[in-house]
């Protein structure tokens, strides 16, 4: 929305930055800053420069976010990422994901680090490799993930070497009307029959899973909260986000409830994740915003945390007798 945008900047850059910065310095210093600038060509990641993590002030972030790659094929309907980055993936050399990690290191001694790619694991190749090398590297990380990663033992293991702590996984919903049409190919919803197998699997292997999880979906009926509840509390999540589907800008999702009439005319500012923004089908928008609330009480109060603690304290020692068994059989 650059027209939209325009009326609160001085200069608009549309599409990705790399290729069009240079240009833009350049007529800042020249005084002739243009009010729209675009970037049609998806950039050769390979080009992209290494962040200037020595500007950031240390005491300011828990965390320092890497970017490894862009672009994903999957094209969810209430997913804008595909839109800005396009539907092919692109990725940087290991070496440079190496070398920024390395500066991190370098500027923030006990920050952890972020993958910020939206599917950080899709490459089995490639994540095995860079996943082999930041074993030396001593750090502790998180990422986001799809819930096929479950699936793989092996990575699951290199990812505990080399320092995983969380993985957030956009898992969202239990129903298999909401997740059948969520993407074009059905992806989601073929996955629902493995996501309490594979939840638990990530977790024995000492990786917290973080599921995300969106309510407001057109098949959800007030039933959607209690079976998102029994569902987390069930499977022992190390944490949950979940959020009243919001039809972003330049999403299929928008696209679709304006042309049904659906869109509510809300201001930006109500574009929060839990707040509604579009008229549900099967449910009232206030039971929509305080079921979201009601079901944030049910997952998150002392009784579920201690017993999550206990689940999860029980797995940490079956890893570690196991490891002794095998120690002693070699």
């Not at 574009?271 to 979201?292: C, M, R, V």
Request: glycine share 6%; net charge positive.
């Amino acid at each position: 929305m650059p027209e939209e945008t325009i009326d609160h900047a001085d200069s608009v850059v549309i599409g990705e930055g790399e290729y069009v910065w240079p240009n833009i310095l350049s007529d800042i210093s020249k005084g002739r800053l243009k009010t729209l600038y675009e970037s049609k060509k998806a950039i050769d990641l390979r080009d992209s420069p290494t962040p200037r993590f020595d500007m950031l002030k240390p005491k300011k972030y828990s965390s320092i976010s890497i970017q490894t790659s862009r672009g994903c094929p999957h094209d969810c309907e209430y997913c804008s990422s595909s839109k800005i980055f396009g539907s092919k993936y692109r990725w940087k050399t290991v070496q440079q994901v190496l070398d920024e990690v390395k500066l991190v290191k370098k500027h923030f001694c006990d920050t952890q680090i972020f993958f910020s790619d939206d599917n950080f694991l899709v490459n089995k190749k490639y994540s095995t490799a860079l996943l082999e090398k930041l074993q030396d590297l001593k750090i502790h990380w998180y990422a986001q993930s799809d819930i096929a990663i479950g699936a793989d033992s092996e990575r699951l293991k290199l990812m505990k070497k080399s320092g995983c702590t969380n993985i957030f996984i956009g898992l969202e919903s239990v129903s298999p009307d909401g997740l059948r049409h969520i993407d074009r190919h059905g992806w989601k919803f073929k996955q629902l029959k493995h996501y309490s197998e594979f939840v638990q699997r990530i977790q024995y292997h000492g990786i917290g899973v973080i599921g995300a999880f969106m309510v407001g979906l057109d098949s959800d009926d007030p039933a959607i909260f209690e079976q998102i509840a029994e569902f987390v509390i069930k499977n022992h999540l190390m944490g949950a986000s979940i959020t009243i589907q919001t039809p972003l800008p330049g999403t299929r999702l928008r696209e679709r409830l304006e042309g049904e009439g659906r869109l509510l005319p809300t201001p930006w500012n109500n574009y929060t994740g839990y707040s509604a923004n579009h008229i549900p089908k099967k449910i009232s928008i206030k039971d929509l915003e305080n079921g979201l609330l009601h079901l944030y009480e049910k997952i998150y109060n002392e009784d579920v945390n201690l017993n999550k603690m206990k689940y999860l304290t029980e797995l940490a020692i079956d890893r570690r007798k196991k490891r002794k068994l095998l120690q002693m059989q070699v």
